[in-house]
């Protein structure tokens, strides 16, 4: 049986991520930094990944419309039905995940023009990755620790769930 490849790596006690690593016959160099076109992206994706489409999210997303609605706050709640359309869309397109998505905007071939991303070039590394036999747990934690407050408030939600 073939072993999975782990992209965290377990350093003085701590897990972290290096600063390169190979896949699929491509170098790849992980960056803190993004374009403004990478940093558009990444708001998108952000939305998407933090509403994730579970009942209880979209029954969610559907009360916060309602109270913009009784509020008067008519435009956003167009701004939240347009989220909730947008991400149930990419679901049934067969998208990649989100969470692979945000890491291709930070996570780079060695030659790769920094500049700019699009859909295919998303996919391309996407598929590098898979076919490398990478496991996928690594680049989720990579993507929601990149969203500044994530952990803390999906934290806090789940607990208030339980309660």
Sequence with gaps: MKELKRLAVLTDGKWGFPDTFKANGNEYVIEGSLSFDRLEMYEQLEVELGLGLRLQTVLEKLDEQKACYD????????IVNHELRTS?????????????????????????????INRDMIKAKV???????????????????????????YGKHSQSTLT
């Design 71 to 78: 509020d008067g706050r008519h435009a956003d709640a167009i």
């Design 127 to 153: 598929h590098d990755w898979k076919e490398e036999g990478y496991a996928v747990n690594d680049f989720f934690q990579f993507a929601i620790s990149s969203i500044p407050g994530y952990i803390n408030a």
């Design 88 to 116: 149930a869309y990419h679901k049934m397109e067969g998208k990649t995940n989100t969470a692979f998505d945000m890491c291709a905007l930070f996570i780079n071939r060695v030659d790769e023009d920094r500049r700019y």
